[in-house]
């Protein structure tokens, strides 16, 4: 049995993966901020998970997962460019990384596609990546 569910794993890769890049800090303020849900309080750049799908993808015999996962990036008001730039950093980092998983063995992660978009009532801007992955269950 995993110590972590797929997703989890895959989200807490992406998250050490991610916090150990100093160009990516940067663009966010000094260090990583990408959370569940934003401390209160919290000041763009700053990226929280966003909706996560996982579906069984098992075939001949290994147990695999597909997932479909977002980061959502906020940026700084009045620039929509503060979020595109920590989010483009995070697609070069993570397109195809060799991420490790807790329980679980990561097959492929793809960047599906980055968007922006501007909140209509607020004006907030935020940058959408959209992740593609594939995991297997460790054997053991």
């Known amino acids: 049995m995993s110590s972590a569910t797929p997703l989890l794993a895959l989200r807490g890769a992406i998250l050490a993966h991610l916090a150990a890049d100093a160009a990516l800090a940067g663009l966010m303020g000094g260090t990583v901020r990408l959370y569940d849900e934003p401390p209160r309080g919290s000041l763009p750049v700053h990226a929280v998970f966003g909706d996560a799908e996982l579906r069984d993808d098992s075939v001949d015999g290994a147990r695999r997962h597909a997932h479909a996962l977002s980061l959502i990036v906020f940026a700084k008001p009045g620039s929509a460019r503060s979020a595109l730039d920590a989010a ?53």
């Open 88 to 140: 483009e950093r995070m697609a070069d980092l993570l397109a195809e990384a060799p991420l490790a998983l807790a329980g679980h063995v990561l097959v492929t992660l793809r960047v599906e596609a980055v968007r922006v978009a501007r909140d209509e009532r607020s004006g907030e801007a935020r940058a959408t990546l959209t992740l593609q992955a594939v995991t297997e269950v460790l054997a053991g």
